[in-house]
């Protein structure tokens, strides 16, 4: 009996990779004439993709891309959808997937930019800087899930975040706005925690209430505390501090060593907490609490302290994370200026497979979209401006949907725990 459910179940993991295969396919190959009829260039244009800009130390050659590249993407494009679709499942689907989608971004960049030069190296570097918040809200997603709780309320932990930053970063100055706003978002952190490790209430609600509370809260100072004392709405934000001669290397020293507090913080948190999970006693006991834990109590693991903690933790980077919004942007607080980056956040950790690094690399894609829509703004594109502002969102419905594959949360993701 056993050998037959084995069987089926083998049959319809097989039957469901030869499905997805065929959908890969398909789309790649409606992504190839996309490529060829509306992307087209015309004959002898060229874009020119700048690397350097003109304060830098070490100056790069423009890089000069041919309208024909769109033509050569097309074509290889249509021979990945049809080799996909004709072959079935296989474990390079999402390989496939993935080269597919960044012809496409390459092929749309050079139709944008053809005639036109295009500053490369300053989009790398604000996508960086959108990436943070994205980031961050992926990495306290990750140290929640973890440890099998389901951190709904991320979007609410940043907007608290920025809020405190702007507030208590006018009276007290940036760092003291951000020590506040860590300990604002792990006060949030704590009180998921209470509700739905102590009282078990159900993950999602309670992380849906933290959102509302916060919204509610936040909206409300704003328009009868703010509007009349702008003081208190004024903080001092961070600069970027360029680290020398890394600073100076050309596209990736703008991108990665000459950035703000908060960017540096984000490459930081995700080393240090990679390591921590995978590498250290304390992260194997969370990954354990999050796989099994009753397996994991019988050994001697307090689940609940354990649980307690890491969303604890969530909380911090994610109220770190909302600072960015203001004491890393603008310095101001504005009614719900998250825009559902804490969605995406979630979105990104499953992107990212539930890792750090998994996480942080989805954070740049999602990062990427988000700048690309204001660097096209700026060429005259016939694309309505509103339609580029989709391109995050919609880059978000797509990780969400699947199409990159199936990702295994932790086996106890959102069960609650009863120690007997």
Known sequence: ?????????????????????????????????????????????????KLSRPRDVWVAPDLVVPGAFNTVAAALLAFLGVRQFLRGGGRWTSLSLGIGIALVIVAFLVWATAGKSFSLSGMLQATMVRAVPIALGGLAGVLSERVAVVNIAIEGMLLAGAFTGALMGSLLGGWGGLVMAVLVGGMFGMMLAALVVTFRMDQIIAGVVINLFVLGLTSYVTSQVFAHNRHLNNAEIFR??????????????????????????????????????????????????????????????????????HVTLAGM??????????????????????????FI????????????????????????????????????????????????????????????????????????????
């Open 1 to 49: 009996m056993s050998a037959v459910t084995t069987d089926t179940s083998a049959e319809k993991i097989a039957s469901a990779k030869a499905r997805q295969a065929r959908i890969t396919g398909a789309v790649l190959i409606g992504l190839s004439l996309v490529v060829l009829f509306l992307l087209d260039v015309a004959a002898g244009q060229v874009a020119t993709f």
């Open 240 to 309: 970027s501090w360029k680290i020398p001669i890394l600073g100076d290397i050309p596209v990736i020293g703008p991108m990665l060593f000459n950035q703000n507090l908060f960017v540096y913080g984000a490459l930081i948190l995700v080393g240090v907490t990679t390591y921590y999970l995978f590498h250290t006693k304390g992260g194997l006991r969370a990954r354990a609490v999050g796989e099994h834990p009753r397996a994991a109590d019988t050994l001697g693991i307090d689940v609940y302290f354990t649980r307690y903690l």
């Open 317 to 342: 980077v994610a109220g770190f994370g909302g600072a960015w919004f203001t004491l890393g942007s603008v310095g101001r607080f504005d009614e719900n200026m998250t825009g559902g980056r804490g």
């Open 345 to 420: 956040g979630l979105a990104a950790m499953i992107f990212g497979r539930w890792h750090p690094v998994g996480a942080l690399s989805a954070a740049l894609i999602f990062g990427f979209a988000d700048s690309l829509q204001q660097k096209l703004a700026l060429l005259n594109t016939p694309i309505p401006s509103e339609f580029l502002a989709m391109a995050p969102y919609i880059a978000t419905i797509i990780v969400v949907a699947g199409l990159i594959g199936r990702a295994r949360p932790p086996a106890a993701d959102g069960k609650p725990y009863v120690k007997e």
